[in-house]
């Protein structure tokens, strides 16, 4: 260790007017020298009593100039106007110790020299050296990559990430996207192993579910960014990575010219009303995208019902054993019609034939109702809960008081509003979410009303966790990214999106599948969430939110800085480097906003036209 | 424990080392016979105000002080000795301030610190043998007498001694003007100026006596000759004013070695009064502002600084004389 700093720059030595301790030290710089905030430094010590000199490696938290000598205030004119006082400007800059090697947790020696850590020394202070296989995540000030243990996020020894930030910047969702590129890229990493280690074969086949909550900022991933430029390009370069966007797949198209190494994008969303289902959404400019919706039947066989009731007010005991038994009853009774469209008729499990141990498909006999859409199952279970002149069916209220069936039936209503979740369920041929057909599937559901957005997220999320449980298999990964995790697991209250959400937080590690939560306020994240991220991420910081508990991996100068950091600019915590780095990731090649498309001539030509008639529509 | 005899004739003596030495002996050193000539510029009877000048300005100026501590009296007892004799452990220091008028900035230089010895007439060096094992380095040197004022006297010589060698060095480079604070002996280069800050003595009377509290900021009296064992001009400047105060605070007299030709250091006084003003303090940084020049006051601070902590050097004596 003694033969590094040879090769290594000299910035200073450590101040002798305070002392060092074991978390930090100050550095009188030499009249060459700088230092930033988040440079590294090393310094050897030689401790006595120890065999070995000690390595001590940190990183630098603050900066500080002051003239010595100076009584009072004023004292500076005097200094800097006519120069009658003769004072010596110093620069110092305080380190707070990342490491020390070998660990003998000793304060480095006041009078020490200190240098600026680079190559080898840089790693060994981030404990690059020490990771079990290194992907990059980010960037130094100076340019060259910083590493995350893929350990603590792929399972091995932990996962999930959580992403923290002020909203408006777009800054959580574009790391999250720039995380997802990096991870993704991993069979790139492999084939240039000589760079990078080998990130290992658990991110083969890595598939990512992310939904759109916000405009369509999602949906241009596969569009080239306008504003990408020869220094975001070199940063790409420096990660190992050629920046591309990520390639278009859709239902149904080949897939022979696709792109090797290359991650592949798909893009849902529900078809909307009165017309064609391939046209989704109202922007005609966005093409590619798949409609995606549930049959009755395969909303009764997922037991989604349980999603349509989200809100945390609705988690009353009473409504939700009315529900749970409803639910159980639908399973038990729908019967699916010979039209093969996915939709049900309810009858008595008695009465149902069965083929081969499946129920035969029937036609609707007279007087029952065929569930062909939210607002029909509606009344299908009405029929049955709350008739008009006759008793409810005991197999499905139980005991249940008439207050809470009601309470039931006005929920049910308002979510079968077609402008709700009405949209959502209808019959046709199967149209659901393929998440196998790209590396990454983008569900958008901005357009849709929050009760239906908690849906989709609610029965894509079970759909996911439930397809882990039964293979039992971690790889290949599942990947979740969820914005507004305080919408879906708020710290207060309970709701099906919750439980389930803290059940993958607990399991979701070992069963491979990880939630990279965003949100603009961790504190309004349940616990249970939050601590089960072992990878955090903040970007600019609300100056309140900043002071919370919640940032107590930071410290005090991360936070303080926290609150003004460029988007671009984010602090990454992980278990394997016990201090927050802060980094900088590079611009993304697509575009993550509308705007930031790159259109050609032609479609610059019409693309003032297209905007003012997309507005009409929304 | 067992020590042979010698060990005991060294010893630390409880008293304040400071005790004593706080009396400025700088102004009655040369306390001899002085006759005064007031009218070599202006006949004493017309004196009045001069306007100074800075024309002829070099665009450096020094200021040279010197510092002295004592900081341990030991007490020597060899066994042929009646009573005890005491000596002195002190320290000096001396250095410059090079003000550059033009870059506006100040920078220390020389600064320069000796741990000086002093033993009484008639004391061998050999009693102080143990004083080495503190491990500080120390040079010796003996004082006229025997009495403590002799002692104090050869440290402040010392010092003295220091001081001009600094002002040797720095006027080598020529050109520039030099300030020494205190008065200017016979060892001083000729153009060395000398800065004297309080006026315990009363050089002038009559109406060159009035001419002085009516001193503006950027006036001088005329030059009048101190004669005496080493002759010197002087002439007194306002560098600043006290609010409320009597009009003789705030006036500074400089002098210089009478070798120089009148009409230099006529040229010499007429930049002083200019020149000096600028670097005096305001009332509230020192307690003795406004002639404590602000470049003498932060070089004696520099100085005292590089002469180290005297507790931690008295714990270090008492170390290496008492318990080792």
């Known amino acids: 260790m003694s033969q590094v700093p040879e090769m290594l720059e000299r910035v200073g030595r450590i101040v002798g007017d305070v002392r060092t301790n074991t978390r930090e030290f100050r550095i009188i710089l030499d009249e060459t020298s700088y230092l930033a905030v988040d440079d590294l430094v ?14 001590t490696y940190g990183v630098v938290i603050e900066s500080e100039s002051t003239y010595e000598g100076v009584t009072y205030e004023t004292d500076v004119r005097r200094i800097a106007d006519s120069g009658v006082l003769p004072a010596e400007l110093i620069r110092t800059a305080t380190v707070a110790i990342t490491r020390m090697i070998p660990e003998i947790w000793t304060a480095p020696l006041a009078g020490q020299i200190v240098h600026r850590a680079t190559g080898v020394a840089r790693d060994l202070a981030l404990y690059v050296d020490d990771m079990g296989r290194k992907m990059p995540v980010g960037l130094a000030p100076d340019g060259s990559p910083i590493f995350l243990d893929l350990d603590f996020f792929d399972g091995t020894k932990g996962g999930h990430m959580s992403i923290s930030g002020v909203s408006g910047v777009a800054t959580k969702t574009t790391y999250a996207f720039f995380f997802i590129r990096m991870l993704t890229g991993a069979r790139h990493l492999r084939e240039n192993a000589d760079k990078y280690d080998a990130v290992g074969d658990s991110l083969h086949n890595t598939r990512v579910l992310v939904f759109n909550v916000k405009g369509q900022d999602l949906l241009w991933l596969d569009t080239d960014n306008a504003d990408f430029t020869d220094a975001d390009e070199s940063g790409w370069t420096a990660l190992g990575i050629t920046p591309t966007p990520f390639q278009l797949v859709t239902q149904g198209a080949s897939i022979s010219d696709l792109k090797p190494g290359i991650p592949t994008v798909s893009f849902w969303s529900p078809p909307q009303e009165g017309t064609p289902e391939d046209l ?37 005991n009473q409504l939700q054993f009315l529900l749970e038994r409803i639910q159980s009853q639908l399973q038990r009774w729908a019967v699916d019609l010979a039209d093969g469209t996915g939709a049900v008729v309810l009858r008595h499990p008695n009465e149902h034939e069965f083929i081969e141990g499946k129920r035969v498909p029937v036609a609707p006999r007279s007087g029952e109702i065929t569930i062909n859409s939210l607002e029909s199952l509606k009344n299908g279970i009405r029929y049955f809960i709350d008739p008009d002149e006759i008793e409810p069916h005991p ?139 072992s990878i955090r991420v903040t970007g600019r910081l609300d100056s309140a939110e900043s002071e919370r508990s919640q940032y107590g991996w930071m410290l005090p100068s991360t936070r303080a800085r926290a609150k003004l950091l460029k988007p671009g600019t984010m602090v990454l915590g992980q278990p394997a480097v016990p201090l927050p780095v802060v980094l900088k990731f590079p611009r993304t090649p697509w575009a993550t906003r509308g705007e930031e498309r790159s259109v050609s001539s032609a479609e610059e030509l019409f693309s003032g036209l297209d905007s003012s008639l997309s507005e009409d529509i929304e | 424990m067992t020590s042979d005899l010698s060990d005991l004739s060294l010893s630390i003596s409880s008293w304040d080392p400071a005790y004593g030495s706080a009396v400025d002996f700088r102004e009655f050193q040369e306390s001899d016979q002085q006759s005064l000539d007031d009218s070599v510029e202006m006949n004493s009877k017309n004196w009045e105000p001069i306007h100074g000048n800075i024309i002829d300005a070099p665009p450096e100026i020094l200021f040279v002080d010197g510092i002295q501590r004592v900081e341990a009296r030991l007490e020597i007892y060899p066994p042929e000795f009646e009573v005890p004799q005491l000596a002195l452990w002190a320290a000096t220091g001396a250095g410059a301030v090079r003000w550059n008028r033009k870059e506006r900035k100040s920078q220390f230089f020389d600064l320069t610190h000796r741990r000086v010895v ?25 004082a006229r007498g025997t009495e403590f004022s002799d002692l104090q006297n050869e440290v402040h010589a010392q010092m003295a001694e220091l001081e001009v060698q600094i002002v040797r060095t720095t006027t080598n480079s020529s050109g520039n003007m030099v300030i020494a604070d205190g008065r200017i002996r016979s060892k001083h280069p000729p153009r060395t100026l000398g800065y004297v800050k309080s006026h315990e003595r009363r050089y002038l009377s009559g109406r060159p006596a009035e001419t002085v509290p009516n001193l503006d900021i950027e006036q001088r009296t005329p030059i009048f000759l101190i004669d005496g064992q080493y002759p010197r001009y002087s002439w007194y400047i306002r560098v600043g004013y006290v609010p409320k105060g009597n009009k003789w605070q705030g006036i500074a007299r400089l002098e210089v070695s009478a070798e120089l030709e009148l009409e230099h250091a006529i040229e010499l006084a007429d930049i002083s009064a200019v020149v000096i003003p600028i670097a005096a303090p305001p009332l509230y940084m020192d307690p003795r502002a406004p002639q404590n020049l602000v470049p003498i006051a932060a070089l004696e601070r520099e100085l005292r600084r590089g002469l180290g902590d005297p507790e931690l050097l008295n714990r270090k004596l008492k170390v290496a004389l008492h318990e080792a």
């Not at chain 1, 057909?437 to 996911?464: C, M, N, W």
């Open chain 1, 42 to 55: 090393v310094v050897i010590s030689d401790i006595p009593g120890l065999n070995n000199p000690l390595a």
């Open chain 1, 280 to 316: 989704v959404l109202p922007q005609a400019d966005r093409t590619g995208v798949s409609p995606f919706y549930w049959t009755p039947r395969e909303f009764i066989d997922s037991g989604l019902l349980s999603y349509v009731f989200t809100d945390a007010s609705d988690s009353r």
């Open chain 1, 395 to 533: 197999d499905w209220v139980g005991s249940i008081e008439r207050g809470t069936i009601l309470a039931f039936i006005r929920r049910l209503e308002a979510a079968s509003r077609i402008n709700r979740l009405g949209k959502l369920i209808r019959v046709g041929t199967k149209m659901s979410v393929d998440r196998d057909l790209a590396t990454v599937t983008v569900v958008d559901i901005h357009s849709l009303h929050e009760l239906a957005q908690r849906f989709v997220v609610g029965a894509l999320l079970k759909e996911t966790f439930e397809e882990k449980e039964e293979t039992g298999s971690r790889t290949p990964l599942s990947v979740v990214v969820l914005d507004e995790m305080n919408k879906y697991a708020p710290i207060q209250g309970e709701s099906p999106i919750k439980d389930m959400l803290i059940d993958i937080a607990q399991r979701g590690r070992s069963l491979g599948v990880l939630l990279i939560g965003a949100q603009q306020s961790a504190s309004r994240v349940a616990p249970d969430v939050l601590e089960n991220a």
């Open chain 2, 118 to 142: 002093v033993l009484p007439k008639g004391i061998e060096i050999s009693h102080i043998e143990r004083l080495k094992r503190a491990d500080i380095d120390f040079e010796i040197c003996h």
